[in-house]
């Protein structure tokens, strides 16, 4: 039996690669075997080929201009047969292949003596399926999880039916193929791969080594592992991980040194013989998104190492048994992931125990139990060529798998299928602007002089410009977010959607298709948008340009687009019907009301209509100002004023008035950048200090003022104050100060897009958002942290005045008040209020006025009312809440967030600004306008960003 074995790459180092050329080697003992790679990369292959492996390539790729190996053909005539479309492999299949490798193709293929040729990967499929006469058998072997493809796999709508055999690696993938082919399924085999034969030496298991191996690619998370292995470390600091594989592994790099990770995590680099590295671990990990089989998952099996991994698609389910030879924990849960290595860690007996089940277990994998299973399914289908109906079958199956597509059978349902001209748009608005990347699969704009609110604007301008341009009537609805929307008439579909193709086919525009209840489901380049059945009957669409930091840590996509939905006119012909609530007006405007008005935003006037310009409810519209108190703790002349003043009350450390309560890091600068970036809406900045001003900030910025300690002290004789709860106290007496105003710490921060109303009800009550922590119902002792003695204080005033005692904190967040509502606490409460005043450094005595009392004050007397927010807190001084930052950082998910640190932390100071300077920098990457010489300054200093 003749067998060739098809790779694109036939000399790279990769999972298929590897066990390919572990069928080819072992057949080659009793069949004629011929491994044919598309292109050659490099000069040694990367794995071992038996000298009775017949190994060719067609094009030489490793120099200036691709080159075929087995024939001579003049340079120029390559260089343009290579910068040419191939026509058997579209690009969005693979986009490797072109003209050149078609003429190769062609000439190995047409006249091919194989008896069955084996393709690897759907491209190759395609390329067989259009070459290969008749009588050869066709086995495409699936060596990904084909469910999860996105274009690559568009081949197998086309072509699979004309296979004789598909063969996959697991059983959820061979059910998948028979759903989606029915009827026209060929042959489906399940078949895994095969660990080397021969000897393979064992783990003790008691080398404190975690071990993981594959490419750096963001399919393997290998970050995931990083951060559950932080949770590990403060516990077992003897222990390593250690990871085996090459790519782009800057990303992970960084994390570590984030980390303070570097003794004890490795990056191992390539290894031939990771057989010999798997007998040194003690436990396997595997943190992929998907994962096709987990050959690493087998070969650490077969040096009797447990593993812990994701339960992720498709492979490590058939491989683990969970709880026998290691555990399956949720997929990207990392938490999950560091208790199933913390259990193999800390019980030996387990850990031995499943390694020897293992260890057995791994036998059904072995190169006798598999390879004769690929030698009796390429037999069998030999065998059934001779038989009556053998190509009638395929012409039938083919027949019945094009009615199938007819029919709008979605094969692949893990990403929209693109229209036949979207790559051809793409590859032209590339070529015009060749600075734009790809991101998330989409032409994407770098831009680091954009904010998320003014990206959001751009995008309406997108669409209003484009329905003017039509002629299209359409207003602006108000709605309380910080993005836009814009109502339509349904009945206008058709020329909307048309509209926006034409308006957009030069530009990196997109169209999301969105249901009723405004969940994405797909996107599309605006160029083709009115040619997608999902986009014509969505419910709205929204329109965005998309939009990433050079840094590529903010990304500004589809959440940022414009809402443009479709309005039904009601049966009585009276009203408009919105498709989703969410807007300020209801569901339902009547058509009477329609009187046109106009909108401001951003120094814009928009259309809209009469209803949406008056203040409604549920709308929060007053300005809001915000509060810092700041200062430079590192400053000599401050330093020295501190030493003057408190005399022997100066003390090195500890939560009272200690060098760590005074430390800056710039974190004032990274949250006026959360302001500008996440809360543009903000109307003044005052920074509240001692005689001290920022060195990066702009004093000329109109919307910012530093307020010295002694403007607003109504008793200059106590200061200065280096008590932040007397700070506190007065506040509210800043000149100018607007009714409501949010009051921040400098390591608090806003980190996702939020408007007014998240902090402010719509009759301008505060919102207080309460803590778990809990405040223990016992007096003021000597012992107690200085926030709980303030919270106790609290709660015996409360208690005394209004009989209800409080029993938990607030949260590290933007504290939300009025200035009136302060300025009846102070002459409620005076005597206590003055007595923290004129303390000069925080005491046991004092009140906390405006992170706690104001609160359940406003709570008990109905000046305020209880809401929620997602907030996140890191204490960056422990190591073990490190990892948050990589979770805060990677999810963007918390709508407010807080860096604190404690006197008493176990990272060292040095470090923990290298961290905070690291993890603030890729979280606002972004310059503020309140920023010395940034472009933003320049550019947006003085406009509003009102709704």
Same mark, same amino acid.
């Given at each position: 039996m003749r067998i060739t074995y098809l790779l694109t790459w036939a000399d790279a180092m990769g999972g298929t690669e590897r066990t390919v050329l572990r069928q080819a080697n072992w057949l080659a003992g009793r069949h004629d075997v011929e491994v044919l790679g598309v292109f050659r990369t490099r000069e040694t292959p990367a794995f071992e080929v038996d000298d009775r492996v017949t190994s060719r390539f067609l094009v030489d790729s490793r120099g200036p201009v691709q080159r075929p190996v087995e024939r001579e053909l003049d340079v120029e005539a390559c260089r343009v047969l290579a910068a040419s479309p191939s026509r058997l492999v579209k690009s969005e299949w693979e986009p490797a292949y072109n003209a050149l490798t078609d003429l190769e193709l062609e000439s190995a293929l047409r006249e091919t003596d194989a008896d069955v040729v084996v393709t690897t990967s759907p491209a190759l499929m395609a390329v067989v399926s259009q070459l290969v006469p008749r009588r050869v058998v066709v086995v495409h072997q699936e060596h990904r999880v084909a469910e999860l493809r996105r274009t690559s796999g568009d081949p197998y709508a086309i072509y699979a039916a004309r296979m004789d055999a598909i063969a996959v690696l697991s059983e959820r993938t061979r059910d998948w193929f028979g759903v989606r082919l029915g009827e026209a399924a060929p042959r489906l085999a399940v078949i895994p791969n095969a660990v080397e034969s021969g000897y393979r030496p064992r783990s003790s298991r008691m080398n404190r080594t975690i071990m993981m191996a594959g490419r750096f690619t963001a399919e393997k998370q290998f970050d995931h592992?990083?951060?559950?292995?932080?949770?590990?470390?403060?516990?077992?600091?003897?222990?390593?991980?250690?990871?085996?594989?090459? #790519?782009?592994? @800057?990303?992970?790099?960084?994390?570590? !040194?984030?980390?303070?990770?570097?003794?004890?995590?490795?990056?191992?680099?390539?290894?031939?013989?990771?057989?010999?590295?798997?007998? *040194?671990?003690?436990?396997?990990?595997?943190?992929?998104?998907?994962?096709?089989?987990?050959?690493?998952?087998?070969?650490?099996?077969?040096?009797?190492?447990?593993?812990? !991994?994701?339960?992720?698609?498709?492979?490590? $389910?058939?491989?683990?048994?969970?709880?026998?030879? #290691?555990?399956?924990?949720?997929?990207?849960?990392?938490?999950?992931?560091?208790?199933?290595?913390? *259990?193999?860690?800390?019980?030996?007996?387990?850990?031995?125990?499943?390694?020897?089940?293992?260890? *057995?277990?791994?036998?059904?994998?072995?190169?006798?139990?598999?390879?004769?299973?690929?030698? @009796?399914?390429?037999?069998?289908?030999?065998?059934? $060529?001779?038989?009556?109906?053998?190509?009638?079958?395929?012409?039938?199956?083919?027949?019945?798998?094009? @009615?199938?597509?007819?029919?709008?059978?979605?094969?692949?349902?893990?990403?929209?299928?693109?229209?036949?001209?979207?790559?051809?748009?793409? !590859?032209?608005?590339?070529?015009?602007?060749?600075?734009?990347?790809?991101?998330?699969?989409?032409?994407?704009?770098?831009?680091?002089?954009?904010?998320?609110?003014?990206?959001?604007?751009?995008?309406?301008?997108?669409?209003?410009?484009?329905?003017?341009?039509?002629?299209?009537?359409?207003?602006?609805? $108000?709605?309380?977010?910080?993005?836009?929307?814009?109502?339509?008439?349904?009945?206008?579909?058709?020329?909307?959607?048309?509209?926006?193709?034409?308006?957009?086919?030069?530009?990196?525009?997109?169209?999301?298709?969105?249901?009723?209840q405004g969940r994405g489901r797909g996107v599309w380049p605006a160029a083709v948008c009115a040619t997608v059945d999902k986009v014509q009957l969505a419910a709205s669409v929204r329109i965005f340009e998309p939009v990433l930091t050079t840094s590529q840590t903010l990304r500004m996509g589809a959440f940022y687009g414009c809402r443009i939905e479709f309005w039904e006119t009601s049966p009585s012909g009276q009203e408009l019907v919105a498709p989703a609530g969410g807007n300020l007006a209801g569901m339902r405007v009547s058509v009477e009301s329609l009187t046109p008005a106009t909108m401001g935003v951003g120094g814009r006037q928009y259309r809209t209509v009469e209803p949406f310009t008056r203040t409604l409810g549920g709308e929060f519209t007053e300005p809001v100002d915000v509060v810092y108190t700041w200062v430079d703790g590192d400053d000599p002349a401050w330093l020295s004023r501190k030493a003057e003043a408190l005399g022997a009350q100066l003390v090195p450390t500890g939560d009272v008035q200690g060098h760590e309560r005074f430390r800056s890091r710039n974190e004032l600068m990274y949250s006026l950048r959360s302001i500008d970036t996440f809360a543009p809406w903000v109307n003044r900045i005052w920074i509240v200090t001692d005689r001290q001003t920022p060195e990066w900030l702009d004093l000329d910025h109109p919307k910012v003022r530093i307020v010295d300690h002694r403007d607003i002290f109504t008793d200059p004789a106590v200061l200065p104050s280096y008590n932040s709860h007397a700070i506190e106290t007065q506040l509210h007496h800043i000149e100018g100060l607007s009714e409501h105003f949010l009051y921040l710490n400098d390591d608090v921060f806003f980190g996702r897009l939020l408007g007014p109303d998240s902090f402010f009800a719509d009759a301008g009550l505060p919102k207080a958002f309460a803590s778990p922590t809990v405040i223990p119902l016992t007096p003021v002792a000597p012992t107690d942290e200085i926030f709980a003695a303030a919270a106790k204080n609290n709660r015996a005033l409360l208690e005394k005045a209004y009989g209800r005692t409080l029993t938990h904190s607030f949260l590290h967040a933007p504290h939300a008040h009025r200035r009136s509502t302060l300025s009846g606490i102070e002459q409620e409460f005076a005597e206590a209020w003055q007595r923290t005043a004129a303390a000069r450094v925080r005491t046991r005595e004092d009140i906390s006025p405006l992170s706690s009392l104001a609160h359940h004050y406003g709570l008990m007397t109905g000046r305020s009312v209880e809401g929620t927010i997602r907030c996140a807190f890191v204490n960056v001084s422990l190591e073990n809440q490190l990892p948050k930052l990589q979770t805060l950082l990677q999810r963007r998910w918390h709508e407010v967030f807080c860096l604190n640190d404690y006197h008493d932390g176990d990272v060292p100071a040095d470090d923990q600004l290298r961290i905070m300077e690291a993890f603030l920098g890729a979280y606002f990457p972004i310059p503020s306008q309140y920023e010395r010489g940034s472009e933003r300054n320049r550019a947006v200093a003085g406009r509003g960003y009102r709704l």
């Open positions: 592992a990083v951060s559950a292995f932080a949770q590990l470390v403060p516990d077992h600091p003897d222990w390593r991980l250690r990871i085996f594989g090459d #790519g782009l592994r @800057a990303s992970v790099e960084r994390q570590i !040194a984030m980390l303070r990770m570097g003794e004890h995590v490795e990056l191992m680099g390539t290894s031939f013989s990771l057989d010999q590295e798997w007998s *040194k671990a003690s436990i396997a990990l595997l943190t992929s998104r998907v994962e096709s089989f987990g050959l690493t998952l087998i070969e650490a099996m077969g040096a009797g190492v447990p593993s812990v !991994a994701y339960d992720c698609p498709n492979g490590p $389910r058939e491989i683990i048994a969970d709880g026998v030879t #290691g555990f399956l924990v949720p997929p990207d849960s990392i938490d999950e992931l560091a208790a199933g290595l913390r *259990k193999l860690i800390e019980d030996d007996e387990l850990r031995h125990d499943m390694g020897n089940r293992a260890l *057995k277990a791994v036998e059904r994998y072995s190169v006798d139990a598999v390879m004769p299973q690929w030698e @009796a399914l390429y037999t069998e289908l030999l065998a059934g $060529r001779d038989e009556p109906g053998w190509n009638e079958r395929r012409s039938a199956a083919q027949a019945l798998q094009w @009615a199938q597509e007819s029919e709008a059978v979605v094969f692949i349902s893990a990403a929209p299928q693109l229209p036949a001209d979207a790559e051809t748009w793409a !590859a032209a608005v590339h070529a015009a602007d060749p600075e734009l990347v790809w991101s998330h699969g989409q032409l994407t704009r770098l831009r680091d002089d954009l904010t998320p609110g003014e990206v959001a604007q751009l995008n309406l301008d997108l669409a209003v410009e484009a329905l003017e341009r039509a002629g299209v009537r359409y207003f602006l609805v $108000r709605q309380p977010h910080p993005t836009f929307r814009i109502a339509v008439e349904a009945d206008d579909r058709t020329t909307i959607l048309e509209a926006l193709a034409g308006a957009f086919t030069g530009r990196p525009a997109y169209v999301e298709a969105l249901d009723p």
